[in-house]
């Protein structure tokens, strides 16, 4: 929006002085106030048109490219490294006991599964 809002300023905006002072100028010669308004409006809205149109077709492929560019390069990806980091992760050993903030160590043994009795509704 900001390099639209630049070219606006920059090329949009002097065109349309441009215009408005041909179709003043027109006014002044030939005196007939309805053509000039006319044709002012006429070659204004067709150039503004024109303009934008193709202003934003630049601008959409600029921005196109520049997020191709970023994709590209976000995705890049070091596969040797990749692959050393997945096969020292299956590596390391997990150890097979825990403990907890109550300094509590559990280990595999002392940890009974709880069996739930789904035959009877729970009591109140």
Do not use: C, W
Request: charged share 20%; glycine share 2%.
């Amino acid at each position: 929006m900001q390099a639209y809002m630049n070219v606006f300023l920059t090329l949009l905006v002097p065109i349309s002085l441009l215009f408005s002072i041909v179709s003043i100028v027109y006014f002044k010669l030939d005196y007939s106030f309805s053509e000039a308004i006319k044709i002012g409006l006429l070659s204004g809205i067709l150039s503004a048109t024109a303009l934008s149109s193709v202003l934003a077709l630049a601008i959409i492929i600029m921005r196109s490219f520049r997020k191709t560019e970023e994709h590209h390069s976000a995705f890049e990806v070091d596969l040797e490294e990749m692959e050393h980091d997945i096969l020292h992760t299956h590596e390391e050993e997990v150890p097979p006991v825990a403990t907890n903030h109550t300094h509590e160590t559990y280990t595999q043994e002392n940890i009974k599964p709880a069996k739930l009795d789904l035959e009877k509704p729970p009591t109140k």
